[in-house]
């Protein structure tokens, strides 16, 4: 959405902010506006169609996901690492069983890490996916799984300049997404190197800016 601020603090003679002013202004918001979480991801983009509407509030919850887990879980860390290095974890005669108690802890806190970036991953994914079920025409069969909607919904409106970027990016988000269920569902020695680079913030954060980019280039074509 356009943010907007009050020349010479008229608030009858407003003009939309700069980037840097409206990124300001995203920060200081969203802790009290959930709802405006997606507005970063989508670029401070202006949907206008309520299918797109409800895209960006469920993308919000996706971010909403991540902010709150990766503080409730920091928080824990911190205490956790705080008793490892002044050794306040330790139980006089129990030295060897206290290091293996906060040992598993600690690796509990990165598995629910991981977990959360991945359930944030799956949560943006679905968002774009319910969007295209919830545009495809209720006439017609509706194919199964993000990829085939994402082909239907291009071959609808005969796209053909943004054809590759959108399916290129829809393949990076699908795949994202299947490896985080295939996670979940194998063995816990996992080497696959693939696996381990997917769960990092990095990733999260792009999947959150690529659903985006895909749902803005979407409603820019079904308004055309």
Known sequence: ???????????????????EE?????RQIIEEE?????????????FRQIEFLIFKNRLSSAVLIANSAEHGIGQLASKLETREQD?????PGWEAESGDVLSESLGVTNDARNI????????????????????APKSEPRPKGLYQLLQAFLR??????????????????RD????????????????DPS?????????????????????VLMEEIVLA
């Open 87 to 91: 050794g306040s974890y330790i139980v």
């Open 34 to 46: 959930p709802q405006a979480l997606a507005d970063l991801y989508i670029d401070f983009y202006d």
């Open 176 to 191: 994202r997404r299947n490896t985080f269920a295939h996670s979940l569902t194998g063995s816990y020695w996992e080497t």
């Open 116 to 135: 959360s970036i991945g359930a944030t991953i799956v949560t943006a994914v679905a968002a774009l996916e319910a969007l295209l079920i919830d545009l």
């Open 156 to 173: 609808r409106y005969a796209v053909l300049a943004a054809k590759t970027e959108i399916m290129e990016m829809g393949k990076k988000v």
């Open 1 to 19: 959405m356009t943010y907007y601020t009050a020349v010479n603090e008229d608030l009858d003679d407003l003009r939309p902010m700069t980037r």
């Open 195 to 215: 696996i381990a680079a997917m769960f990092t913030p990095e990733t999260m954060e792009d999947t959150l800016y690529t659903v985006g980019r895909i749902a």
């Open 22 to 26: 409206t990124i300001e202004a995203y």
